[in-house]
């Protein structure tokens, strides 16, 4: 994975799914954030999240779904296992896992503000039902 920031607009009206609980995620605009080494605070990183009690995975196009570990300088930034599959063929980004309508139909869509690129769910099972 990259190093903690994004350069990407988050779209704040997305509803991703998340891949442990299957729960809607929630947008948080003030994120992930930390201090340098100076201990001036950085940009913090606007991701959405999964407010499930005890789930800690988040969702961001640049990292698509991960969780954070807190180290003693920075956030560490660890993938969710078998979970980014797709990316965005228009930005390179990390396809979110979304639900359709009331039929459950599952689909998967860019993260990045203003793109309706989506992404057919994969056949047969999701990893974590």
């Given amino acids: 994975m990259s190093s903690p920031g994004t350069a990407v607009r988050l779209n704040e009206k997305l509803k991703p799914v998340c891949p442990r609980e299957n729960h809607i995620m929630s947008y948080e605009a003030k994120g992930i954030h930390w201090k340098n080494e100076k201990g001036a605070a950085c940009s913090p990183v ?3 999240h999964c407010s499930y009690i005890g789930c800690s995975v988040r ?3 640049e990292q698509g779904y991960f ?3 807190n180290t003693p300088n920075q956030p560490y930034f660890v993938e969710e296992p078998g979970t980014n599959l797709f990316r965005c063929p228009q930005h390179n ?3 979110y896992r979304s639900q359709e ?3 459950e139909k599952f689909v ?3 993260g990045t503000e203003d793109c309706d690129y989506l992404h057919q769910d994969v056949a047969g099972q999701w990893l974590r039902q």
């Fill in 46 to 48: 606007t991701s959405y």
């Fill in 59 to 61: 969702y961001t196009p």
């Fill in 67 to 69: 969780t954070v570990v």
């Fill in 93 to 95: 980004t990390w396809l």
């Fill in 101 to 103: 309508g009331k039929n």
């Fill in 108 to 110: 998967w869509r860019c």
